[in-house]
């Protein structure tokens, strides 16, 4: 007596249902978490691939610490404190600063891991249950890239004839998932957001460390926009415009932030003066 066909499960079947909600979701988590904030152009988006990636996360984490914390310690420093009380800003500021986009970054690749991982496993089951039906699905892609029918058809006969090659061919071209380097490490990407994000913010703390007043407030600007300048100019590599224009940006908008925020510290320092 010939058994009933496999059926998936409940949860399944839910996942099924919601796969084009589950992919977009996962794919919109990546490019958050590889672009880090909404001021990154699109064409960062499309630029390179792994190693791109975690360069793109190593600039923009440099640049939101140094510019976060330039602006704080200036806005402290303007408002005419002793030294000792901004060297504890600047410290909470980086250490706050740090820990906020490390655990933001673990959320974030610790939620994109488990959709990528519930879809891969749901495309794992679908192969051993409906291989007839997969099959076809991976030869319409084929024929949806300008590959001919028949051609199509034996390159994805091919491809199911391995079931780890073909899981693996499944999650590229039908969700859009690397399964070898697109699940990544939600620990390793927490730690490296924040050791980039504290070593942008200790670059405007370190000349408080070793002097105070002016002379520490004017060293401080200095060599925090000589390395928003270097940020800027690395960022060029990915854009492909110029470096001295972007660099000059990067400083432009730092510097903004910093005049602003020393201003309201000199103002509260009038005012409460």
Sequence with gaps: MDRPPPELTPDEERTKAMLPVLT???GS???RRRMGTARVHEDLEQSGGAQSGTFRAAIFGVSDGLVSNVSLIMGVAGAGVENRFILVAGLAG??????SMAAGEYVSMRAQREVFERLISLERHELELFPDEELKELAVIYQEKGIPHDLALAVATAVAQDPDVALDTHAREELGIDPEEGLGSPWGAAAASFLMFAFGAAVPLVPFMIGSGTAAVLVSAVVSAVVLFAVGAAISVLTGRSAVVSG???VGVG????VITYSVGSLLDVATG
């Design 255 to 258: 510097a903004l932030a910093a």
């Design 94 to 99: 980086l250490l706050a600063g740090a820990f």
């Design 29 to 31: 988590l990546g490019r």
């Design 248 to 250: 000059l940006r990067q």
């Design 24 to 26: 977009a979701a996962a």
